[in-house]
């Protein structure tokens, strides 16, 4: 799978699917881009976990450019692809697209992201990757 901002990738299952109520609304009405940050980071961690089956922390998250509001009522999809992992990081694809269910249900491209995850023990310190069987 190759994630592109060009296709709504429908035959894929994306990691969260969320519909946006009111309470995440910014003061000029629509989303607040800090929701999709954090679902962003979620969708990241739940992709890292199928590769790896201990904590995970997010090191870091590279530029994200908001190409279109999101509006209360969109069912936002966050679609995962794993990009690398390495010794003790998986880094990870996260594009972003929104419903619109109050106007005929098309698919718009919000944003992506690549945001790298850490594998850490108990003390937070990064650990290698134990690769999950199926992987
Ligand atoms: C994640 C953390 C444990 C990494 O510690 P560190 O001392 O940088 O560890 P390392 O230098 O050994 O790097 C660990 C891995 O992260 C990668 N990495 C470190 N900084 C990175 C960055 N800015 N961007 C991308 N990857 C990075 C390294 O390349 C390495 O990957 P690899 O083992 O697969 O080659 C530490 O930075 C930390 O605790 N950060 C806070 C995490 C957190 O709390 N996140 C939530 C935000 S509130």
Known sequence: MTLSADAFPADEIPAIKRVMMPRD???VGTIFGGVILSEIDLAAA?????????????????KVDFKRPVQVGDLVSFFTETLRIGRTSIKV?????????????????????????????????????????ED
């Not at 698919?107 to 999950?132: G, K």
């Open 93 to 133: 694809k996260v594009a972003v697209w929104a419903c619109r269910r109050f106007g005929e249900g098309i698919h718009e491209y919000v944003t992506e992201a690549e945001v790298t995850m850490v594998a850490v023990d108990e003390t937070f310190q990064p650990v290698e990757v134990v690769r999950r069987e």
């Open 46 to 62: 739940t992709e890292a976990h199928r590769h790896h089956a201990g904590m995970v922390v997010t090191v870091s998250m590279d």
């Open 25 to 27: 609304t910014n003061a």
